[in-house]
């Protein structure tokens, strides 16, 4: 009774007075909706058609979602397009490769330049000519892709040869920087198996994208900037002509295909930590590039659409031929709970209707979210073959 006393005896004869369209500069009562000279409490924020309320997404895990903003400005941009790599010709000048990048006006000028749109012209074209192939499926193999692939199975035997060391610590094994030492002291040697004479000074230039794409060695992590690293080597590759574009087939499903089972293994048996990964929001914690090249694979496929991801019998049966569906399943390995708690950006893309939409999505993404983004970026390469220009 006193608080329906206390109540009434702050209302201003709210039932006489008409309703104003603005909101009182007062309280409003709980109970009734009049005006009332109790303080009022914090203005939620009040949305019309111009600015519509966010989109609700479930609290899942600590993580950051992805800046909507971003997400707007990314599907707006236009396709990266694929672009034929420029064969370097003598008089070579090799040099050790430095770090440029420190601002984001440096990530600018590199996507500005010719060596930016080539780099990211060669990824796509890698991409195109995986599309609508299986991983099985014969393709031209020249002896240097061979080499290729025989110097990533000696990367994977040395795992064998150095097993991780019995420690505390979940992430991190310290045996990593074993096998990474070895592999930075055999990194010219490696190289020489496959150049040709007249390009054996190229070592000095290429020795460091290769030996920086299978992690850090200080840190025990691995993400998407070791991973371009990779596609940096193989670009090198390119623009010596070593690697040609008849070859680029055999570099997505033999290469490529390579080095992901041995950087999985490398993940899983060293316990490497993800290199900023973006937690549960990420599309995955380690790579990217395999969904693009996964994607292009699937385009125009008869009965395997994007939904498809979530058939367990087409993940069992397919997950051998073609790379999307295997990153699917590892994913749904190392990770524990319902597909759309932890992984809700792939749980997301499954909702694309068709796989050509989902492979210009990732290339863009792929641009902003990878090779326009400064702590990645930061740690790039720029000698004679990839030029700061």
Not at 370 to 384: A, C, D, R, T, W
């Amino acid at each position: 009774m006193e608080e329906e006393s206390h109540h009434q005896h702050h209302h201003h004869e709210h039932q006489n007075s008409p309703q104003s369209q603005s909101p009182p500069t007062t309280g409003t009562c709980c109970k009734c909706g009049g005006p009332t000279t109790f303080a009022p409490p914090p203005v939620s924020p009040s949305f019309s058609e111009i600015s519509p309320p966010p989109t609700y997404r479930p609290i899942r895990a600590p993580a950051i979602p992805p800046d909507p903003n971003s997400q707007r400005a990314i599907m707006l941009a236009p396709v990266p397009q694929a672009q034929h790599v420029p064969i370097a010709s003598p008089p070579f000048h090799f040099q050790i490769p430095i770090k440029r990048i420190q601002t984001p006006d440096d990530i600018r000028r590199f996507h500005d330049s010719d060596s930016g749109k080539n780099f990211v012209g060669f990824i796509v074209a890698l991409s195109e000519s995986f599309r609508c192939r299986k991983i099985s499926d014969p393709c031209h193999q020249s002896e240097t892709t061979n080499t290729i692939v025989s110097i990533l199975e000696t990367l994977t035997q040395w795992i064998d040869e150095i097993p991780p060391a019995q420690q505390a610590a979940r992430y991190g094994n310290i045996a990593y920087r074993t096998w990474h030492e070895r592999l930075v002291n055999s990194g010219e040697s490696l190289m020489f198996r496959f150049l040709p004479e007249n390009l054996r000074d190229a070592t000095v230039e290429i020795v460091p994208y290769f030996s920086d794409s299978f992690g850090n060695s200080s840190r025990i992590d691995y993400g998407t900037g070791h991973e371009t690293n990779f596609a940096a080597w193989l670009y090198c590759l390119a623009r010596l002509g070593v690697i040609g574009e008849e070859d680029y087939q055999a570099v997505v499903s033999r290469v490529f295909v390579k080095y992901l089972d041995l950087m999985r293994k490398l993940q899983l048996v060293y316990c490497l930590e993800p290199a900023g990964s973006h937690g549960v929001w990420g599309l995955d914690d380690y790579h990217f590039l395999p969904f693009i090249f996964g994607s292009s694979q699937l385009i125009d496929h008869k009965y395997m659409k994007p939904k498809s991801i979530h058939n367990r019998d087409i993940l069992d049966n397919f997950s051998n031929e073609y790379l999307y569906l295997g990153c699917v399943c590892f994913v749904m390995k190392v990770k524990k709970g319902h597909f759309a708690e932890h992984s809700p950006m792939l749980d997301d893309i499954s909702g694309v209707p068709n796989w050509k939409k989902v492979n210009s999505g990732l290339l863009k993404m792929y641009k902003a979210e990878v090779l326009e983004k400064v702590p990645i970026m930061q740690h790039f390469l720029f000698g004679s073959l990839i030029k700061w220009e």
